[in-house]
Nanobody, 124 residues
Framework: QVQLAESGGGSVQAGGSLTLSCATSGVDYSGYCMAWFRQAPGKAREALARINHDGTTYYADSVKGRFTISQGNAKNILYLQMNSLKPEDTALYYC??????????????????WGQGTQVTVSS
């Protein structure tokens, strides 16, 4: 059974940094895509970054150069390092997996498993 659990959210001032973590279990690490999404109130859920089992990454234009997706050595921890945060980054952040590799960013409809989300609030 796949389980995903995010942590590390919080409140930060604009320009600050946060690192989100996602503890994973039950994932087939032989051929997967892990991703971070976010959803702000009244907006659609959007993919921010993804990493395939081979370590290749892909980012949304809105976070490219500011956010970095990575995994721990055992691949059971997913990270999102967020720098130069802006008020518009305020949202509920989710980790997710679709169970097969991604070409670009995954769509919400293609995701098989979601974490419960962690709130990030950036004040100006």
């Amino acid at each position: 059974q796949v389980q995903l659990a995010e942590s590390g959210g919080g409140s930060v001032q604009a320009g600050g940094s946060l690192t989100l973590s996602c503890a994973t279990s039950g994932v087939d690490y032989s051929g997967y895509c892990m991703a971070w999404f976010r959803q702000a109130p009244g907006k659609a859920r959007e993919a921010l970054a993804r990493i395939n089992h081979d370590g290749t990454t892909y980012y949304a234009d809105s976070v490219k150069g500011r956010f970095t997706i990575s995994q721990g050595n055992a691949k059971n921890i997913l990270y999102l390092q967020m720098n130069s945060l802006k008020p518009e980054d305020t949202a509920l952040y989710y980790c997710a997996t679709r169970g097969s590799r991604c070409l670009g960013l995954p769509t919400p409809a293609s995701v098989l498993y979601w974490g419960q989300g962690t709130q990030v609030t950036v004040s100006s």
